[in-house]
């Protein structure tokens, strides 16, 4: 059985990309995004922070799902971390879900970067 997993990449505000894949499971999109990053990620420069929300957090219109959070490009300045670039990797449920997923994560990276 697949799932339809929505994998989006904002950077600074703004929503750079966003696919719709069938696949095995979430977690199986988590680790394949996360490969791909690991060969573009530079280490001596920044973070690499994955983190796992629950859209609860973020909509309580719709039933709770896992939303993984990559931060590729972290980095601390002073004593507030700065998340440029983030990627989400979801479970589709909804245009709606999705949308205002993607709204709360483009106004973080976007507050993040300035």
Avoid: C, Q
Wanted: charged fraction near 30%; charge should be negative.
């Amino acid at each position: 059985m697949s799932v339809r997993t929505v994998i989006a990449r904002i950077v600074e505000g703004e929503v750079k990309s966003v696919d719709v894949v069938e696949v095995g499971s979430v977690g199986e999109a988590v680790k394949k995004v996360v490969s791909e990053v690991l060969e573009k990620w530079d280490p001596e420069k920044h973070d690499l922070i994955i983190t796992r929300h629950e859209s609860s957090e973020i909509s309580e219109s719709e039933k709770s799902v896992p939303i993984y959070v990559l931060s590729p490009s972290s980095e601390w300045i002073g004593e507030e971390l700065v998340e440029k670039e983030i990627i989400a990797v979801f479970p589709y449920v909804s245009e709606k879900l999705t949308n205002e997923i993607l709204r709360v994560f483009s106004e973080y990276s976007k507050s993040s970067s300035t």
